[in-house]
């Protein structure tokens, strides 16, 4: 009885979190409500309510649900690179940059940004936080895995250069959430573009 009672709230949830994001998706982020959000989940507001405070709960939900999803993709990525160092850190970005837009969309992401800014203690800003760290520390995970492989040279600082290839990765994801004419396509370019003399500089010879 307990594992359908399980069962039965994470489809609450789930619908709920489903309904929200295409609402937010459809009349934007400030104009949805709250009673539009559950009426499409076919639950009632008090219902809404058990699960969730606000619409900010349900903005960082997504954006857990996103970056969860992404790490776990990224895990067979890190456990099994491409040889090079370009291409398995072009590779790991991609699968990055290829989910991004899948539960929110940009308006979402820029409104996600803010509110961590605008609101640093906030629950939200901190476990946005620490979703970035998480992703950041993939990375430096990756370019160590790399260096074990004898890829990337073996004096090189593996965690920093994640560090840096992340921060680098956000920046530019940052930019393309700004400008709602930007193509996925040409953000992968450019990042490509930036990505490629860093893995020049830090590859072994033999590679």
């Known amino acids: 009885m307990a594992g359908l009672r399980a069962r039965q709230k994470a489809d609450k949830n789930r619908r709920i979190l489903e309904a ?9 982020y400030d104009s949805a409500r709250i009673e539009d959000i ?13 699960y969730f405070e606000n619409k900010g709960d349900i903005l960082v939900a997504a954006v857990s649900m996103e970056v969860e ?8 990525i890190v456990e099994n690179p491409p040889a090079t160092t370009l291409a398995a850190l072009q590779t ?6 290829d989910h991004s837009l899948v ?4 308006e979402m992401w820029r409104t996600a940004m803010a509110i961590s800014i605008q609101q640093p203690e906030s629950p939200f800003s901190r476990r946005y936080t ?24 073996p004096g090189i600082d593996a965690a920093a250069v994640g560090q840096m290839v992340f921060n680098n990765l956000n920046l530019m994801f940052i930019e393309f959430a700004k400008d709602e004419t930007m ?5 992968k370019e450019k990042v490509a573009r930036q990505t490629r003399p ?7 010879p033999k590679i």
């Open 20 to 28: 929200a994001t295409t609402l937010f998706r459809e009349v934007g």
């Open 38 to 50: 559950a009426m499409r989940a076919e639950v009632s507001v008090g219902t809404f309510y058990n």
């Open 69 to 76: 999803e992404v790490l776990e993709a990224g895990k067979s």
């Open 92 to 97: 790991l970005i991609n699968q990055y940059y």
């Open 103 to 106: 539960y929110l969309s940009k």
């Open 130 to 153: 620490e979703l970035d760290s998480r992703l950041c520390d993939q990375v430096s995970m990756l370019v160590q895995k790399l260096q074990l492989r004898g890829a990337v040279m």
């Open 183 to 187: 193509p996925l396509d040409a953000l």
């Open 198 to 204: 860093l893995a020049n500089l830090i590859s072994s």
